[in-house]
């Protein structure tokens, strides 16, 4: 016994270094995005890359002087929100009907949403463009939020359908024993017991949604534009703008990146829910 | 006529201008021009003095959509082919302007005021915008290419850089300069593939070795000894005096690596004059030559035209304001708000003759004279040697170009990275190509997307 502790000791260390090391890799994309925005655009450029530079908030200051960053920002919110709420109300109904419900062609249906997923988004754009123009859609939230919503529907409903599928049909049946009905089973029994499978999958969605590029820049101009279009016009064919870009893309992480790091327990638990039985 | 009646008169007349300065200036009142752009220099300019124009048209709102360039053409492309009406102005290159007015997807841009004077706008330039004799855009500023050097670097090696050099003597140069042990490499050039980035500058250069695109019953010539020699030449350079990795070198990065002092040469657009000069972005800045475009066995060709231009998409729905605006944007007095406001080196270049007249803006850009004469020699119509069926110099005005000019781009910028041989490369590409117009019929029926310049 007395031989092994060095051992694991050894292989604790290791253990922690291996997950340091991975986490510094995961996260220096970022990190190197958060400095570049404090350069200048020579620095930004130089190589070999400057590690030590003198910061500035020029990129900063000329992004907030070019562009209204609320409005963007608040259009985000609002359909990286209403897609998520949208996408919440229809896949967890479809998910307790697929979990507790099933028919023989429930596992066909689930895969056949599934492969939606796999269909390039550009294969549909003139279609979607015309429905959206002929509803009088085009650079609107309200489009948007439905397409969102839409495109993540069908990784929300697996989501939940698993999270469900680990939850005993007992508990469920002794609730209606007691005399709830669906609707009542559903509220005051399955959605309070799987909350943080639910808070993870809203949670994907919401990111999913706040990252959006291809419709938010083909289906609005500046009314509903959200912040990934913001991003995209700080992008230049001729001229330095990687210091500009590095500021206006955390400006546009940051507030998703706050509310995975304040959720990010609620996260974990929801994304391992049901890992281990 | 008595005193009273013509008082009067005079009432009454000052009466009817005010009525007309005010139906002039409530003319587009509560109209909102949705205007979509790419981020560059001169377009940022136009954004951030475009309250000049709000205020002096009261009642107009300018809504500005600015997005990366490719994403723009294809926002563009989608909304106007389906009628979408989003946008009232739109930024355009060269290639687009002939081909989407050819399709009437631009309102034409007929009877321009006299004030306008659009006899100062360079000949060359207009007649890329223009469709059997129709104006479909405005320029806001053109571009050629051009040869920046180190002028410390070639004075310490007792160099002289002629004002049009050749190939040959690049290579030279490039082979005396290129000192990588202390960061120097001989020419930066741009390797990135895509039909606007390596095969910008290539197109130029097989030009310059006699090539062409195509010959006038639309064959593909590119399995052409010109072509070979021209690209093996363009390959072996950079390989050999040019920076690590020079395939995913496209115009920003070459930018960087020139005004970080890395390249001793550097061909490409004009429009990278104002940064290399400038000190807040360029370590070179007041050490850097500018002479023409270098040529080989013909001179024609040998420099590239491309126009950023202004247009009113055919599903405008306020047309008449958007084209109210953009004379505005490309008028002589929005030259010289820019040159007030920015300095004289900021004034959108390479679209007025009035521009290069002005003695101050030649002093203030040490680019200017070699950018004007570079544009004033170029000649759409003839970009090469051959006679050839389209008109334009690094582009051909068929839809197929993207396409086609891609793909012989992706294979080159393998042949660069070591991935494969550029003879068979270029053989392989001919192929392709001539598939690619046979399937479209090129074969059959000679397309005219633009006609000769009329005389």
């Known amino acids: 016994m007395a031989r092994n502790r060095p051992t694991r000791r050894l292989a604790r260390t290791l253990r922690a270094l291996a997950s340091w090391i991975v986490a510094l890799v995961v996260f220096f994309p970022i990190l190197w995005m958060l400095l570049t925005s404090f350069k200048t655009e020579l620095d930004a450029f130089s190589m070999p890359p400057h590690f030590v530079f003198s910061p500035t908030l020029e990129n900063y200051r000329e992004i907030l002087a070019r562009a209204n960053y609320l409005h963007y920002a608040w259009n985000s919110i609002v359909t990286a929100g209403g897609a998520t709420i949208l996408g919440m109300v229809v896949a967890v109904p479809a998910a307790y009907a697929f979990a507790y419900h099933p028919t023989k062609r429930t596992k066909d249906v689930l895969l056949w949403m599934l492969s939606t997923k796999m269909l390039p988004g550009v294969g549909v754009l003139v279609p979607i463009y015309l429905i959206c123009r002929d509803l009088n859609m085009l650079d609107s939230r309200l489009a948007l939020v439905i397409i969102f919503a839409l495109i993540n529907l069908p990784i929300m409903v697996w989501m939940i359908y698993t999270y469900f599928r680990d939850i005993p049909y007992d508990i469920l049946e002794a609730a209606r024993m007691d005399g709830a009905g669906t609707w009542q089973t559903m509220f005051r029994v399955l959605i309070p017991v799987s909350r943080g499978g639910l808070a993870s999958t809203a949670l994907l969605c ?7 590029a291809f419709w938010s820049l083909n289906l609005t101009t500046s009314s509903a534009a959200p912040l990934t279009a913001l991003v995209a016009s700080f992008s230049s064919p001729e001229g330095l703008f990687w210091a500009k870009l590095s500021a206006v893309s955390t400006l546009a992480c940051a507030p998703i990146l706050v509310l995975g790091w304040l959720s990010q327990r609620q996260l974990v638990r929801g994304l391992t829910f049901g890992a281990v039985k | 006529m008595s005193d009273r009646w013509k008082r009067h008169g005079a009432l009454a007349r000052l009466a009817l201008c005010a009525a007309l300065t005010g139906a ?31 205020r002096t048209h009261p009642g107009v709102h300018l809504n500005w959509v600015v997005l990366e360039e490719n994403t723009l053409r294809q926002r563009l492309t989608t909304d106007i082919a389906t009628h979408g009406g989003q946008f009232d102005v739109v930024t355009i290159g060269a290639y687009e302007a002939p081909l989407w007015g050819a399709q009437k997807w631009l309102k034409p841009l007929d009877n321009l005021p006299a004030d306008y004077d659009v006899e100062d706008l360079f000949k060359n330039v207009r007649e890329q915008l223009t469709v059997d004799d129709h104006l479909y855009a405005v320029p806001f500023y053109a571009e050629a290419s051009i040869t920046y050097y180190r002028t410390d670097l ?24 290129h000192d990588p042990a202390h960061g120097v490499y001989g020419i930066c050039l741009r390797g990135k593939a895509g039909w606007g980035e390596n095969m910008a500058l290539l197109g130029t250069i097989v030009n310059s070795w006699g090539g062409r695109w195509f010959d006038e019953q639309w064959h593909p010539q590119i399995d052409t000894p010109e072509w070979h020699q021209a690209v093996n030449f363009y390959v072996d350079l950079l390989k050999h005096y040019g920076p690590p990795g020079p395939s995913d070198n496209g115009f920003n990065e070459n930018l960087a690596l020139f005004a ?8 490409d657009a004009s429009v990278g004059g104002g940064t290399v000069s400038n000190p807040k972005e360029s370590q070179v800045a007041g050490k850097v030559g500018f002479v023409r475009s270098p040529h080989q066995v013909t001179d024609k060709g040998s420099s590239w035209l491309w126009v950023w231009s202004l247009a009113i998409p055919a ?24 040159a007030k406001k920015y300095g004289e080196e900021s004034t959108p270049p ?21 950018t004007y004469d570079s544009l004033k020699a170029v000649d759409p119509a003839h970009p090469t040697l051959k006679p050839v069926p389209y008109k334009g110099i690094q582009i051909v005005s068929i839809p197929e170009f993207q396409a086609v000019a891609t793909l012989v781009g992706r294979q080159i910028a ?28 090129y074969y059959e029926h000679k397309p005219v997307i633009q006609q000769e310049p009329s005389k």
Not at chain 2, 33 to 43: Q, Y
Not at chain 2, 316 to 338: G, H
Not at chain 2, 416 to 440: F, I, P, S
């Open chain 2, 154 to 177: 070639f004075a310490r090696a007792n160099l002289t850089m002629p004002q049009q050099p050749t190939w040959d003597q690049i290579r030279g140069f490039a082979q005396k300069l």
């Open chain 2, 24 to 54: 002039s200036a409530s003319a587009f009142a509560d109209t909102t021009l949705t205007i979509g752009t790419v981020n560059n220099a001169d377009m940022v300019r136009m954004q951030a003095l475009s309250p000049e124009y709000e």
């Open chain 1, 206 to 212: 919401l990111i999913l949604s706040w990252n959006e």
């Open chain 2, 260 to 267: 970080g002092g890395r390249c001793a040469m550097w061909v």
């Open chain 2, 315 to 338: 599903s405008s729905k306020q047309a008449d304001a958007a084209r109210d605006f953009i004379l505005w944007a490309t008028s002589k007095p929005y030259l010289q708000l820019v």
């Open chain 2, 350 to 370: 390479g679209t007025r003759e009035s521009t290069y007249a002005n003695a101050a803006y030649i002093e203030a850009a040490p680019f200017a004279k070699v």
């Open chain 2, 414 to 441: 393998g042949a660069l990275a070591g991935r494969g041989n550029v003879d068979e490369l270029l053989h392989t590409a001919q192929g392709a190509v001539d598939r690619t117009m046979k399937r479209a019929g």
